[in-house]
């Protein structure tokens, strides 16, 4: 699946002509970050959309792994295995732990689109990894997550920050996370692949 582009104006540091469309940064969408975004919550990432409206945003990043596992959090998990492992979801309440699922029959939670869903009961996710019921790719944690007042994503999107595209469970579920933002990035089209291939350090370029 491709994903689609929302505002990407002028021949500014991307070099492409000028594109308009009409895809808002809306719920289960992907915001991809601007190669050379420098805030260091968010450079290189891909964040997936889970709430979007007059309240504000509320999103997850794919990308940036935490270094810790659900068995580092909750002591008594530390002998099941295998590990979850845990990404740093933002910058916004950073002590709190979210799930992202494809099983919703079995732990619940609020459908963000197709079979993907955000949050559910953490009894059951702690039986699941106990029994071994359930497989890595259904799973992602996060501690934390992406949070924009109302107006305040599309102020950024008017500022070239961010690229929009559909999400796809490859990518939130199978893919590395040092693979994550160049295939995004890729998957808007192949006009968009000198992009994907950009220096994180423009002067090297």
């Not at 891909?46 to 792994?65: A, D, I, R, S």
Request: hydrophobic content about 35%; charged content about 20%; some cysteine.
């Amino acid at each position: 699946m491709r994903c689609r582009f929302f505002r990407f104006t002028g021949m500014n540091i991307f070099g492409l002509e000028t594109r308009s469309g009409t895809t808002p940064p809306t719920k289960g969408k992907m915001l991809i970050a601007a190669p050379f975004l420098n805030d260091p919550n968010f450079s290189r990432s891909v964040v997936l959309l889970c709430e979007h409206g007059e309240e504000g945003t509320v999103g997850f990043v794919l990308n940036q792994p935490a270094n810790v596992t659900l068995g580092d959090l909750v002591a008594e998990m530390e002998p099941y295995m295998p590990p979850i492992a845990v990404n740093t979801g933002g910058p916004v309440q950073p002590s709190t732990l979210h799930i992202l699922h494809r099983i919703p029959e079995k732990l619940g939670g609020m459908q963000v689109y197709g079979d993907i869903h955000w949050g559910g009961s953490y009894e059951v996710l702690q039986d699941l990894v106990r029994n071994g019921a359930y497989r890595e790719d259904e799973v992602r944690l996060f501690l934390g997550y992406s949070g924009w007042s109302a107006g305040q994503l599309e102020k950024e999107m008017k500022e070239d920050t961010w690229l929009v595209g559909n999400a796809t469970e490859d990518l939130i579920f199978r893919t590395d996370a040092h693979q994550v933002w160049k295939k995004a990035v890729s998957r808007l089209g192949k006009e968009y692949g000198f992009i994907a291939n950009m220096p994180t350090d423009p002067q090297l370029n």
